[in-house]
């Protein structure tokens, strides 16, 4: 029997616990591949490999499946891809797991160091000297946690234990590990093999609020005339959104979710005000209007909490700004800060602390000081309880409020027509016809210059039912579905087979369609059996880059396009002739994914700036096709694919 470095390799990442790789091979991989069929063959897995391998023909779209499954599982995939230019194609999906703090072990093979047959894997193709880079690492080091090389089998448990133990511990990321070939071929004692055990890495525990901080933070809350909680990733860990609804029930304190990655506050939450990716509209005036006011200002795992050129703290330095990241407060990696300058007057703390224990912690003092407590100063507590309740009338009122305004912005009357069924009315339609499952249902949202409107519209109530990618690179639903989809299936083993999940579903921009590679991502859909519902918004092109010239230069010579297309952004119609249907030239998203599965995958466009019909008749044929949709990725497990073609941008 023959091991090697690399049988020890991926024997190390299935001990540590990692179930998936999501793979795309090259000739860096004979002895992995050697590994693999020595594991089917010798039915060491019962005919299967660990891990198990998931053949990925693009890497990006591997890359965004491991974050998917990380995101649903908490815990990491491996990605194992091709040398230099398979470390390239992982493209922007690195820029997302950095930026999203998830964690992931990359795998990179790297050209053989000898050239004469001196070692076994010896240069013997052409393609050798040209993968052969002088840093391979260097594409990718300013996003990871933590890289090596790995030089020997006799020490590779020990380097991707290492990366694993930096990989899961806050702030949580990507690690990226290489080694030549001829490493990897390394052949080893059997008994190096077999004996081989080793627990998963253990992490850097969670940490708390140094007393005499936790008695700050609490103090200031309690006596504060307009605190606020401003949180992003809060729910990234699921047991911290119940300690935080208790801290805002507890003091009435009002909560915005901005630039969210997760589900912070159940949706329903008294105290919820808005959900804001701070672009202009009527929930970011909210904020901006809390911001304003707020004279205690207590944010939580937040990456943006507000840009300062729009909307910041009072800036009299009589806001108490209290800062709590769980992993890297001070955004090490960002050249420019949010807390500094001007504004960082009123930062009063900045904590490295996890959210669920330093909450934990702060309500203890809480708790302990509107108690009851004749020994206590009854005065001040009486006031405080008083102004808490005020508060709780107050702010339960701007609830109410923001819940209003998307009742009303998802209202459809009957006569009205052409291009009115928008964002709003898609998301009410998928929310009401996915209502009987919503307590197993996952949405990912990159909906881009919609994301904002997709999160409200969508009205999230429990952890973990919506998630986005963290970061900025397009491109990550498609994949992420697939590996939400494959994680739940792995946790739900833990659950004697219950899913958490039901069904999961992109809503996605037609942009964002296309950087997510739906070849790729829907053949591995097919092939490994993760059906999936995907809505396409479709607004004929790119949104965004045109809203950002809008913001810079709202007069300027682009605000007098005519068109989309005539600006470069739109792909939809042809610009001689907008208005005809039949002129249209953007792609037919639905048949793309029908195609990528040879059919497998559902896949229909709706048309919802319908001159010939009414709004309410239109909204009707969506929410049949919706339906439909929804039963197909259920009952029939296939992925179903809707194309909602609405006005072009
Ligand atoms: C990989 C990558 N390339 C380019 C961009 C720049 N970009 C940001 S938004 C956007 C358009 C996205 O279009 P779509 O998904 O249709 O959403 P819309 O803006 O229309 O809402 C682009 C090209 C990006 N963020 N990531
Ligand atoms: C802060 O306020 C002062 C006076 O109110 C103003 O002059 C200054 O521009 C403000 N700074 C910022 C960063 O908003
Ligand atoms: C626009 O399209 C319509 C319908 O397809 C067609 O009848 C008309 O001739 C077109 N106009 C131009 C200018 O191409
Ligand atoms: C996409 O293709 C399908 C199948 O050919 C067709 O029914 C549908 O009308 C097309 N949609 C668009 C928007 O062209």
């Known amino acids: 029997m023959v091991y090697t470095t690399s049988s020890l390799f991926l024997k190390a990442l299935s001990v540590a616990g990692i179930t998936h790789a999501f793979v795309n091979w090259g000739s860096d991989h004979p002895a992995m591949l050697e590994e693999l069929q020595r594991q089917r063959s010798q039915g060491e897995h019962r005919g299967a490999t660990s891990p198990c391998v998931i053949t990925c023909p693009n890497e990006m779209v591997a890359l965004s499946a491991a974050q998917g499954y990380a995101q649903v599982t908490g815990k990491p995939a491996a990605v194992i891809i091709h040398v230099d230019v398979g470390t390239q194609a992982l493209a922007g999906a690195i820029h997302n797991v950095d930026r999203g703090r998830v964690p992931v ?26 993968q052969d880079i002088p840093d391979q690492t260097a594409i990718v080091r300013q996003y990871m946690r933590y890289t090596a090389q790995i030089n020997s089998g006799r020490n590779v448990v020990q380097v991707v234990k290492r990366a694993l133990q930096i990989a899961t511990s806050e702030p949580k990321g990507p690690v990226y590990l290489w080694a030549r070939r001829e490493v990897m071929e390394e052949e080893l004692p059997v008994a190096l093999y077999s004996s081989l055990s080793m627990k998963p890495p253990i992490g850097i525990a969670p940490a708390a609020l140094s007393p005499v901080y936790t008695v700050a933070i609490s103090n200031a809350l309690l006596t504060a005339l307009h605190p606020l909680i401003i949180t992003s990733h809060a729910g990234r860990n699921q047991d911290a959104v119940s300690s ?15 630039c969210p990655s997760t589900v912070n506050v159940p949706f329903s939450h008294p105290y919820l005000c808005g959900i804001t990716y701070l672009s202009p509209g009527p929930t970011t005036d909210t904020f901006e209007e809390h911001l304003r006011t707020s004279d205690t200002v207590l944010v939580l795992d937040s990456d943006i909490p507000w840009i300062p050129s729009k909307c910041a703290p009072r800036n009299d330095s009589s806001a108490r700004i209290f800062i709590i990241d769980g992993g890297d407060p001070l955004k090490t990696s960002v050249t420019m800060g949010t807390w500094d300058a001007a504004l960082h007057r009123g930062v009063e703390l900045i904590c490295r602390a996890d959210t669920e224990v330093a909450v934990g912690q702060v309500i203890d003092i809480i708790k302990e000081n509107i108690r009851d407590d004749p020994l206590k100063l009854e005065t001040v507590t009486t006031e405080i309880r008083e102004r808490i309740k005020e508060r709780a009338q107050r702010t339960e009122q701007v609830h109410d409020k923001w819940i209003a305004r998307l009742d009303s912005a998802e209202f459809v009357p009957s006569a009205l027509s052409v291009g ?13 016809i996915t209502a009987p499952i919503s307590s197993k249902s996952l949405i990912i949202n990159e909906a881009i210059s919609n994301y904002g409107i997709v999160w409200e519209h969508a009205r999230p109530e429990l952890p973990g039912s919506l998630l986005t990618s963290g970061g900025s690179s397009l491109g990550y639903a498609l994949g ?24 999961v579903t992109a809503v996605i921009g037609d942009g964002t369609f296309m950087f997510g590679v739906p070849s790729s991502a829907f053949w591995i859909a097919r092939r490994y059996d993760t059906p999936f519902l995907t809505i396409v918004l479709n607004n004929g092109g790119w949104r965004s880059p045109k809203l950002s010239m809008l913001a810079v230069h709202p007069q300027g010579h682009g605000s007098n396009a005519h068109s989309g297309e005539q600006l470069s952004v739109g792909f939809s119609f042809d610009p001689h002739n907008k208005s005809a249907q039949s002129n249209r030239i953007s792609p037919n998203y639905s048949q793309i994914a029908v195609a990528a599965t040879d059919g497998w995958t559902w896949g229909k466009s709706v048309l919802l700036g319908s001159k010939e019909n009414t709004a309410d008749v239109v909204l009707q044929t969506l929410k049949e096709v919706i339906s439909e949709a929804v039963r197909v990725v259920i009952e029939e497990k296939r992925c179903a694919v809707v194309d909602c073609i609405m006005e072009a941008l």
């Open 105 to 130: 072990l990359i795998y990179a093979g790297a050209s053989p160091f000898t050239s004469r047959n001196e070692l076994k894997g010896s240069r013997n193709e052409w393609i050798m000297w040209l």
């Open 244 to 258: 935080l609804l208790t801290l805002s029930t507890l003091l009435a304190i009002p909560v915005f979710c901005t």
């Open 420 to 432: 009115f069924i928008s964002v709003p009315h898609i998301m009410r339609a998928l929310r009401e």
């Open 480 to 503: 992420a579905c697939v590996g939400a989809v494959l994680g739940d299936l792995v946790s739900s083993t833990s659950r004697g087979g219950t899913r958490n999940y039901d069904l």
